[in-house]
């Protein structure tokens, strides 16, 4: 598989029930105005991404293959389990008055610091360091398909998921990813 399809299909399926993900429809159902939603959550995505993708590479280059190797099977092991606890947003997160982009943009850059998401991505990086734009690409395309449903469909789509399911199928997905990791 490629690196692209990769990073696409990890973080579309942490994504899956994240709490950045209930933050998009929180935003949705609050501001009504999916264009600049949509718009924040793309380039808050990309900037958080690229830095949490360039921090794995800085990790990795510290690190021998063999060590990386194990480093990256672990963490999609913990990807694995992670992903099996729901995330609920806090009743005391608040959301800024200063319109649909801006506090879109903030919420979300902010919301996705040390998320499941960030850490892929910082995995990815390490593992893919040669193909750090792929990387990025390709969570962000993810995110973008977890979040975008969320935001245009709001809670119509939200309450038919079958999330506890999706959770267990991605973390035997993150399971393979890790056995994958160890073999290549």
């Given amino acids: 598989m490629s690196v692209l399809a990769i990073s696409i299909t990890t973080v579309a399926l942490a994504e899956i029930g ?9 935003l949705a159902s609050r501001y009504r105005k999916p264009i600049p939603i949509i718009a924040a959550i793309f380039l808050a995505t990309i900037l958080n991404h690229a830095l949490a993708a360039w921090l794995g590479v800085v990790v990795a280059d510290y690190l021998s ?3 990386l190797t ?4 672990i963490s999609f092991l913990a990807m694995a ?13 608040k959301i800024s008055n200063r319109g649909p982009f801006i506090a879109s943009f903030i919420a979300f850059f902010i919301a996705e610091i040390g998320d499941k998401t960030q850490i892929a991505t910082s995995i990815l ?23 975008v ?5 709001g809670k119509l789509s939200a309450d038919k998921l079958p999330l506890d399911l999706i959770r267990k199928v991605t973390a035997v997905l993150f399971v393979l990813l890790a056995i994958g990791a160890v073999m290549i």
């Fill in 18 to 26: 994240d709490k950045t993900q209930l933050l998009s429809l929180l």
């Fill in 70 to 73: 194990w480093v990256v099977a």
């Fill in 149 to 153: 449903p969320v935001v245009i469909i």
């Fill in 81 to 93: 389990g992670w992903i099996l606890i729901p995330d609920k947003l806090d009743e005391n997160e």
């Fill in 65 to 67: 293959p063999e060590i």
């Fill in 125 to 147: 990086g390490a593992q893919y360091a040669d193909a750090l734009f792929m990387v990025v690409l390709g969570t962000t395309i993810g995110m973008m398909l977890a979040n």
